[in-house]
């Protein structure tokens, strides 16, 4: 397997659309910078932490679905697929390979986010323009890590499925799109904590500003956590069953 | 040995494959002629697993594995971006050979000066001759070659002609060439297998010229008798 997930890196060598998907990564901390520094009034961390996770929780989704998708498509673009479930490994494990990779560059980007975002509020505070301590920050950073890690798997395996349905990267990508703003939508409902990314952005908030966790935080909890594994199950599930279904003729 | 028994594939209750039963020796060169829409590549595919066919296909009498073939199908596929040399490198790397010789096996197909360039960089010869080099790197037994001169002009077919003939035949392997160029069938393979609506229709040792080949490939693929001869 690790073999296999080198492999996966090395085909990368010269793929510059990854440098794209980190930049749109990058955008909810890049323009939240930007706004900051050239607005002339003082922020709290809060306040940058609530706008930059506003649109990593839209933004990250689309990147993850392109990211993944792109992924397996390059199989199928290049036309390597044939070449590629030759070699005598399972197709679980080729497909679970595919899926790992997308994993670690999500993290991996994710992390970035979250460093660049620390950063800036180093610089901010050392120029006067935010309020902020380092316990604040470490917490909101574990509300972010907490976010990333339901995000990140739910969203990398919803992707497998469109790609390797549609074997093609613009379908995947604007599903990708439709699936992150709707996503969205979710976020501001009571009952929005069986979407795994509406959950996900309310746990984050949670560590930055408590009242705007659920209601009823309990039921949210237990159920938002209940149910975002229950989906990333059914999710790789069902992307290993239509990765490894057999077929007539395979092209 | 390659064996192919009694192999059968139905799509869609459409017959592709129609009992299809041979057996191909180590050392030759098998041209396979037909068609299209004959069954060429679907056999091909058949033997690398990529079907969902009836029947056995074994290699010494033991159920075949795809590592134990080289292939070519269809068209040269690589990853664009990586180099000559690192495609093959890559590929040496999921067939868990360690040490590969790639210089020998880009030697063997006059693309060692072009180890550097981007597979996207290269003419359609010199992906064909990549696929080839490919087809013949670790410890294959059987190989593939799926059209390997389409698309070619006539040096490139002939240069494709002089790599098999000349450098790549060997006791050791046993090659199997598909395609619709008579005088490159005529010129390469010891025996000709003749494919029509799935099923083998004649097996000749290959004793013809173009010309007699090109005859008897228009009264074999006229004459309207199904099954093998």
């Not at chain 1, 323009?31 to 933004?59: C, R, V, W, Y």
């Amino acid at each position: 397997m690790i073999t296999l997930i080198r492999n996966e890196f090395y085909k990368q060598k010269r793929e510059w659309s990854f440098l794209f998907l980190l930049l749109l990564s990058l955008l909810p901390v890049l323009t939240g910078g930007a706004g900051a520094i050239f607005n002339s009034s003082t922020k709290t961390l809060a306040d940058l932490f609530f706008f930059m996770n506003n649109q990593f929780a839209m933004f990250f989704p689309m990147v993850l679905f392109i990211l993944v998708g792109f992924l397996f498509y390059q199989e199928y673009k290049n036309k390597t697929y044939i070449n590629w479930i030759t070699y005598g490994y399972s197709k679980r494990k080729l497909f679970f390979t595919k899926v790992s990779v997308a994993l670690i560059i999500g993290v991996l980007f994710a992390a970035i986010l979250l460093l660049l975002f620390i950063c800036l509020i180093f610089a901010l505070k050392v120029t006067g323009k935010v309020s902020a301590d380092i316990p604040e920050l470490l917490t909101v950073s574990v509300g972010f890590l907490l976010e990333a890690a339901i995000i990140i798997p739910v969203t990398v395996c919803a992707g497998a499925i469109i790609i390797n349905l549609s074997r093609n990267i613009i379908i995947s990508s604007v599903i990708g799109v439709i699936y992150g703003f709707a996503s969205c939508f979710f976020i501001g409902s009571e009952i929005g904590f069986v979407v795994p990314n509406g959950f996900a952005y309310r746990v984050a908030m949670y560590f930055s500003d408590r009242t705007s966790y659920y209601d009823n935080p309990i039921r949210a909890t237990i159920g938002g956590c209940v149910i975002s594994l229950l989906i990333f199950a059914i999710l790789l599930s069902v992307g290993v069953i239509l990765f490894t279904h057999k077929r007539k003729i395979e092209s | 040995m390659l064996q192919i028994k009694n192999v059968n594939l139905n799509v869609s209750g459409v017959a592709l494959l129609h009992n299809i039963s041979i057996e191909l020796e180590l050392g030759k060169i098998y041209g396979i002629l037909g068609p299209n829409g004959a069954g060429k590549t679907t056999l091909f595919k058949s033997m690398l697993g990529l079907t969902d066919y009836t029947g056995e296909i074994l290699s010494e009498s033991q159920p075949v594995s795809s590592q134990l073939f080289g292939s070519l199908i269809e068209y040269p596929a690589f990853y664009p971006k990586l180099t000559v040399a690192e495609n093959l490198w890559l590929h040496a790397r999921y067939l868990k050979i360690n040490n590969p010789d790639i210089k020998t096996a880009l030697e063997q197909v006059n693309l060692w000066e072009a180890r550097s360039k981007l597979f996207s960089q290269l003419s359609l010869g010199m992906r064909q001759r990549l696929g080839i080099a490919r087809a013949f790197l670790g410890n294959v037994k059987y190989l593939l070659l799926d059209e390997p001169t389409n698309g070619l002009d006539p040096m490139g077919i002939k240069e494709i002609r002089l790599l098999l003939k000349e450098r790549l035949k060997s006791p050791n392997h046993c090659i199997l060439v598909s395609s619709h160029n008579l005088t490159e069938i005529a010129a390469i393979t010891d025996c000709l297998i003749f494919i029509k609506n799935g099923r083998i229709v004649k097996i000749l040792e290959n004793n013809y010229n173009e010309q007699e080949l090109e005859a008897l490939y228009e009264t074999i693929m006229t004459s309207s008798k199904e099954g093998l001869e």
